[in-house]
């Protein structure tokens, strides 16, 4: 599998931004993708997860009610809506993709990486 991420950018504190990342190489539905971000000098961490099939979503704590994941399997593409973005949002974020139906909460579970797109908010 193959994934393809994009929609990182400068934005102001209070702003919104929406992540894409679009798959090639399998069935889509069928597979969990995840979201993660990574600090300089810090290890990814785990953002947003939603699963194959019934598409159910799991959040970290700290972007909860401001982040929402959702899948348009027509598209292959899994979303990253962020909302009140915050400046300790700013991170590079990636998308990743699963072997199972699970979504992908833990980086040792993808199997695939989309290259890293940049998000930066200013105070």
């Known amino acids: 599998v193959q994934l393809q991420a994009s929609g990182g950018g400068l934005v102001q504190a209070g702003d919104s931004l929406r992540l894409s990342c679009v798959a090639s190489g399998r069935t889509f539905s069928s597979y969990g993708m995840g979201w993660f971000r990574q600090f300089p000098g810090k290890e990814r961490e785990f953002v947003a997860a939603i699963s194959g099939g019934s598409g159910i979503s799991f959040y970290r704590e700290s972007v909860k009610g401001r982040f929402t994941t959702f899948r348009d399997n027509a598209r292959d593409t899994v979303y990253l809506q962020m909302n009140d973005l915050k400046p300790e949002d700013t991170a590079v974020y990636y998308c990743?993709?699963?072997?199972?139906?699970?979504?992908?909460?833990?980086?040792?579970?993808?199997?695939?990486w989309g290259e890293g797109t940049l998000v930066t908010v200013s105070s």
């Open positions: 990743a993709a699963g072997g199972s139906q699970a979504g992908v909460h833990s980086a040792s579970n993808a199997v695939a």
